[in-house]
């Protein structure tokens, strides 16, 4: 008998995740529960609760089969042997660590959750993005009072991106999977190891210690927004100089030791992990009193606020020094492409920008417009949401693109600008669109890390 599955967090880990073990695993019995009823309602209904290119085809074949959602907590823990812990970590808002470290509340209760439910051995999986070292804190609170159930803690931090988390989970480039090195250590890897052997070839299994896998994830967040910082960086330098980003980044992406992936240019990176994780890193450095090492990530998020305002900036440059009274067509509101995903999405940052400038927002996203009126609370009243684009361009002095929405692309631009105000400017803040098409259109472009083009000389 293959032995039961339990996910605690039904988020935009968990839910995916447990999706893709139990397609690959249809002999396994896998359980995913949360304490927020209605997410568990949308998992069970025809709308799921997060978009993403590819689930609802895998939940679908599962779900009732071998995958079931359920906000009985209590019950998975009895019936499961394997548990993942998949719950938030955000960054910590209050006391020691407020704003930098990870507050480990959630993760926590759950801990505490499985010790008083469990009435077998149980193996826990560390799913959640976590400081290293957390598993021992883990395994010292699931041992606490009681000796007769074994808990083994392992560490398997999940690598997906969202908007390609079915791609990522169905190849992942690895799955990593920290434990200790004991007999009991050893065989829980195993258990784990076999489940994701059912699909993922052997060699892009990689076994640590518990540590090496914490830290791993961190690092791994760590360098892929360093290398957003560092191509934005460069961004701002070939705005001053007359160089171009893209052919900058084509350039250097050929050397091999380089590679093409992570170095576009665009308005800073977003999404839920990238700052907070960056953030924890830094605290852990601080704790460890290793001040320079904590300045220096530090600064990857500070360049990526910096790039943030310099979007918001140059629009202000462009547009005569002030958008008072002006529309502003904002052109996407998730963080990405492919997800209705706002978690430190740049849209936020750069529209609450825009109405402290007293700019008149209509918002336009194929996916995201639901968090508008939640993420923009404080300046509802110049923000107006739009689900057609065309609509949202009508009347507007510009169109900032914040968003990489391949719709954006495929846009009538000449239909749009015949639709603005005059002198019509566009920003690019992901140089999606074709600027010289854009140019010859009548628009003033400017796109990030590339002079801008207009006809106001
Ligand atoms: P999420 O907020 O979408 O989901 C977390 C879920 O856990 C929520 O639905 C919440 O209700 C539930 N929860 C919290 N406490 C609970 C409890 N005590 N019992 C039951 N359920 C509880 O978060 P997410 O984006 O899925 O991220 C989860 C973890 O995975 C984080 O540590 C994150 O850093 C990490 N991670 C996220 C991504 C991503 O793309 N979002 C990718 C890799 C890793
Ligand atoms: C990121 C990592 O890519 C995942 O491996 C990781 O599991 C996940 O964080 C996590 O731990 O949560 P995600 O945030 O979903 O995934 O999306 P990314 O594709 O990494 O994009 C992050 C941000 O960087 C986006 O705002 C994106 O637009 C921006 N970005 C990305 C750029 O501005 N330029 C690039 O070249 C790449």
Not at 37 to 50: C, D, G, H, M, Y
Not at 325 to 351: M, N, Q, Y
Not at 416 to 438: C, H, Q, T, V, W
Request: charged share 25%.
């Amino acid at each position: 008998m293959k032995k039961n599955i339990l996910c605690i967090g039904a988020g935009y880990v968990g839910g995916p995740t447990m999706a893709m073990i139990a397609l690959k695993c249809p002999d396994r019995r896998i359980t995913v529960v949360d304490i927020n009823a209605a997410r568990i309602a949308a998992w069970n209904s025809s709308e799921l609760p997060i978009y993403e290119p590819g689930l609802d085809e895998v939940v679908a074949q599962c779900r009732g089969r071998n995958l079931f959602f359920s906000t009985d907590v209590e019950k998975g823990i009895v019936e499961s042997d394997i548990i993942f812990v998949s719950v938030n970590t955000p960054t910590k808002t209050f006391g020691r660590g407020a704003g930098c470290a990870a507050d480990l509340q959630y993760w926590e209760q759950t801990a505490r959750q499985i010790r008083r439910c469990a009435k077998s051995d149980k193996i826990v999986v560390e799913k959640s993005t976590l400081p290293v070292r957390t598993a021992t804190a883990m395994t010292r609170i699931l041992s606490a009072e009681r000796t007769e159930v074994h808990f083994e803690v392992l560490s398997n931090p999940e690598f997906l991106a969202e908007g390609t988390a079915i791609e990522d989970l169905r190849h992942p480039d690895r799955v990593l999977v920290g434990g200790g090195d004991t007999p009991e250590g050893r065989a829980a890897v195993a258990e784990l190891v076999d489940i994701y052997a059912a699909w993922v070839p052997r060699e892009r299994i990689l076994t640590t210690n518990v540590w090496s896998s914490e830290l791993s994830k961190l690092t791994a967040n760590a360098f892929l927004a360093q290398r957003v910082s560092s191509i934005n960086a460069i961004s701002e330098l070939c705005e001053a100089t007359g160089a171009d980003v893209d052919e900058v980044s084509r350039a250097i992406g050929m050397d091999s030791r380089i590679g093409p992936k992570f170095i576009k240019a665009g308005v800073g990176f977003g999404g839920s992990c990238f700052k907070k994780d960056i953030l924890n890193l830094v605290y852990l450095c601080e704790t460890y009193g290793l001040t320079q090492a904590a300045a220096y990530w530090r600064g990857v998020v500070a360049f990526n606020d910096h790039q943030q305002e310099r979007f918001v900036s140059r629009i202000l440059r462009a547009m005569f020094n002030t958008v008072a009274g002006k529309r502003v067509a904002l052109f996407g509101f998730a963080f990405k492409a492919d997800t209705g995903d706002t978690r430190e999405s740049p849209a936020i940052a750069i529209a609450r920008m825009l109405c402290e400038e007293r700019a008149s927002v209509v918002v336009t996203d194929p996916k995201a417009l639901p968090a508008v009126a939640r993420d923009l609370a404080d300046c509802a009243d110049r923000v107006t949401v739009e689900p057609d684009p065309y609509k949202a361009a009508e009347g507007a002095d510009c169109i900032a693109v914040t968003t990489d929405w391949k719709v954006f692309r495929d846009l009538d631009y000449d239909r749009i600008y015949a639709s603005m105000r005059k002198p019509a400017f566009l920003f690019d803040g992901r140089n999606l669109l074709d600027r010289e098409a854009l140019f010859k259109t009548g628009f003033n472009v400017y796109s990030v890390g590339r002079s801008p083009l207009t006809h106001l000389d």
